[in-house]
């Protein structure tokens, strides 16, 4: 589970971010970037996001969330992408072709993604 201190959780920090229009996509998921920090002061938030639009379902719905969830929580304990530290806030959406995707595909969407950002 994702610490407390790494949850997005406010109404208006969603907005915000989805607001901000930086957004790269792939076939599994896309990511939103928030505002980029001024200060280090304070610690990147995470949120994951899976539409009902995607599954009906909601077990097949969390277990996306999940699979996204442990990615993050993983590379933030390798520090990984130590670089994200310059956004405030991260929005990962999963999409309908994630309900099949493994682990190891999520995690390389994610890899691929934050390559491209030009980490």
Same mark, same amino acid.
């Given at each position: 589970?994702?610490?407390?201190?790494?949850?997005?959780?406010?109404?208006?920090?969603?907005?915000?971010? &989805?607001?901000?229009?930086?957004?790269? %996509?792939?076939?599994?998921?896309?990511?939103?970037?928030?505002?980029?920090? =001024? #200060?280090?002061? =304070? =610690?990147?938030?995470? *949120?994951?996001?899976?539409?009902?639009?995607?599954?009906?379902? *909601?077990?097949?719905?969390?277990?996306?969330?999940?699979?996204?969830?442990?990615?993050?929580?993983? #590379?933030?304990?390798?520090?990984? &992408?130590?670089?994200?530290?310059? &956004?405030?806030?991260?929005?990962?959406?999963?999409? %309908?072709?994630?309900?099949?995707?493994?682990?190891?595909?999520?995690?390389?969407?994610?890899?691929?993604?934050?390559?491209?950002?030009?980490?």
């Amino acid at each position: 589970m994702l610490q407390k201190k790494y949850r997005l959780k406010k109404y208006s920090a969603f907005i915000a971010t &989805y607001k901000n229009n930086d957004a790269i %996509s792939d076939r599994n998921l896309c990511i939103y970037f928030g505002k980029k920090k =001024t #200060s280090d002061d =304070t =610690t990147t938030k995470f *949120a994951f996001v899976v539409s009902k639009k995607v599954h009906k379902r *909601a077990v097949i719905r969390n277990r996306i969330k999940r699979l996204m969830r442990e990615v993050i929580r993983k #590379s933030l304990l390798e520090s990984k &992408y130590a670089h994200l530290n310059k &956004y405030i806030s991260i929005i990962l959406v999963g999409k %309908s072709s994630a309900i099949d995707a493994s682990y190891d595909d999520i995690y390389d969407s994610i890899d691929k993604l934050l390559r491209t950002k030009g980490f």
